[in-house]
């Protein structure tokens, strides 16, 4: 694929999508270079709803094919929360430590298996053409009390990869974008781009 928007302000999503777009993707434009472009709301209840409704608003304003991602951390003792409100968890403009800090408020009770969640992850590619398809991701792991590691974003300090001991932002980011969410729902986006060249 010659060009194509990735719709998201998230420097550290768009360094890993870089990563992982790189030799599939000739040229890889972010929100950054556009802008005018108008602000989504996204008041989707599933992570493909958003995903979708970003990725379309980016399509009808630049003309460009375009993906977004919508994904979230879901803890069953939570009732799935943060779930599609994981950016925003602990209010409209939190930052990853105020949802970090919320997250351990609402878990202190809990313990053990109590502390298992997954993070989802939904991808949308679309056309100007009106085509859209969406590729999904999910990573399993449990929740720790205190954060660990410096690396990745949002809630990565806080969960643990129990097949590697390590938290995602702990993990090499070669086998961080293999095994995450986000990594396996870009696999398969790629799988899709590969049959489009063929």
Known sequence: MKELLVATGNKGKLYEIRQLLAGDVD????LADFPDLPEVVEDGLTFEENARKKAFSAV?????????DDSGLVV????GRPGVHSARYAGIGASDADNNRQLL?????FSGQERAAFFSCAIALCFPDGACRTFCGTLHGML???????EGFGYDPLFLVPEYGK????????????????G????????FLCGRRK
Do not use: F, W
């Open 60 to 68: 009808r304003a630049t003309g460009l094919p375009a993906m977004a």
């Open 184 to 191: 396996q729902a870009m696999e398969e986006l790629r799988k």
């Open 167 to 182: 938290t995602l932002a702990e993990l090499d980011l070669v086998i961080k974008n293999k095994i995450s969410h986000r």
């Open 105 to 109: 408020q609402d878990l202190a009770e």
């Open 27 to 30: 040229r890889v434009y972010c």
């Open 76 to 79: 069953d003792v939570l009732g």
């Open 144 to 150: 720790l009390s205190s954060p660990r590691g410096t």
